[in-house]
């Protein structure tokens, strides 16, 4: 069979990984920068037997995933910062139900519109702590068109593994921008669905032993009793205030994620080896600190580039490990100042932290970057 190349734009990208991941729903309303991944699920979902439905807002959207969830559907919405804030406290909602399900957040310029129309990474910081309470969160962020594709792919995998919402954190800047990329075929990539319960209706409990992750879920109306509500709750989904019970529910919460993190510390590295500055960088503005680094090993500037693909978690190890390595690193983001704080919180060394922060809704251009560079190299 024929590999199928495409100029993709990158919310349509997303859009068709969501599809080859086996996403059977789409709730939500429309909102620029994302509207194009709710326009091709509408035209996409009906063609292979999935259920498309916009919905009068954005908490009503949520609403309609989580529900489809519950059912056993695959589900996904998107949105951009006005919507995500709305989404909160059905994010929330998720977390503590553990329905697995994907939010996709095409980013741009707040507080508030802001900038409807331009991109940033305003984001980030309320991806982990958006939501009230104490919870875990996982969310990657792509830098090509191709990554549009592939980590939706991945995002629907860990949220069926997980059991939990799972962030895809693009941007306008990545959502709208087109690449040529060549389509995967059915089986290329791995697409992952949790497995159905074996045992009898009246052995199952919907929230067992253990994390859940990789456990059976049963589907609601598929025969199998249980409770799902967003108060704490016992390993029968029934409300508690017991507080070993309720310990047992958020030590199993927390567990989901930190007995995990080797599986979802995801980082590309370059020039990395014999980096003296190290540039951390994520998203769309990767893209522009790569260009710095190559930029800079022309020059004689042993730079090096260090790019999270999964933001959160936070890949503490590995970003304390290139701390230990350089004489500097340098931030590059395109807000005021938000991973940057995760980078100092993990700087266990003397190692100077500098930003290259753009936050005006325009791209950070390579010049801006070399300009920290030099300074770190001074």
């Keep these: 069979m024929s590999k199928q190349v495409a100029l993709l734009q990158g919310n349509e990208a997303c859009a068709l990984g969501a599809i080859y991941a086996g996403c059977d729903f789409f709730g939500g309303y429309p909102i620029t920068p994302s509207t194009e991944v709710a326009e091709e699920m509408a035209l996409m979902l009906p063609r292979s037997g999935g259920k498309f439905i916009q919905m ?10 989580l529900g489809a969830a519950a059912a056993g559907a695959k589900a996904m919405t998107a949105t951009s910062g006005p919507g995500f804030s709305l989404m909160m406290e059905l994010l929330g909602y998720g977390c503590m139900a553990e329905l697995p399900c994907v939010i996709v957040n095409v980013q741009r310029g707040g ?14 910081l309320q991806a982990r702590w958006g939501t009230h309470g104490d919870h875990q969160a996982i969310a990657l962020c ?19 593994r997980f059991r939990m919402p799972v962030l895809l954190m693009m941007d306008e800047f990545i959502g709208h921008m087109r690449e040529k990329m060549t389509i995967p075929q059915p089986g290329e990539l791995e697409t992952y669905t949790h497995p159905r319960p074996k045992i009898k209706p009246a052995e199952y409990r919907h929230f067992g032993e253990g994390t859940g992750v990789g456990g059976a879920y049963a589907a609601m109306g598929s025969g199998y009793r249980f409770n799902i509500t967003g108060l704490t709750h016992d390993p029968k989904g029934f409300p508690t205030n017991r507080a070993d019970e309720t310990k047992w529910k958020m030590d199993r919460l927390r567990a989901k994620v930190a007995d995990h993190l080797p599986e979802l510390t995801e980082v590309e590295r370059e020039f990395m080896d014999d980096a ?19 930029e800079a090993r022309a ?39 938000q991973m940057i704080l995760e980078v100092e919180r993990a700087n266990r ?3 100077r932290v500098l930003p290259a922060l753009r936050y005006d809704g325009e791209m950070i251009t390579p010049a801006e970057v070399m300009n920290v560079i030099a300074e770190a190299a001074r």
């Design 111 to 124: 507080p508030s519109t802001g900038l409807p129309t331009k991109g940033a990474q305003a984001d980030m």
């Design 56 to 65: 009068e807002d954005e908490i009503a959207g949520i609403g309609t995933v």
């Design 299 to 337: 020059q004689g500037v042993k730079a090096g580039l260090l790019r999270p693909t999964v933001v959160w978690p936070f890949p503490d190890q590995v970003v304390t490990e290139a701390l230990r390595q350089a004489r500097a690193m340098v931030v590059a983001e395109l807000n005021q100042g």
């Design 276 to 294: 003296e500055i190290v540039i951390f960088s994520y998203g769309a503005a990767a893209r522009t600190a790569q260009q710095a680094v190559r």
């Design 349 to 351: 060394t003397h190692t």
């Design 142 to 160: 792509p830098s090509s068109i191709e990554e549009c594709f592939t980590q939706t792919v991945k995002c629907f995998n860990l949220a069926e």
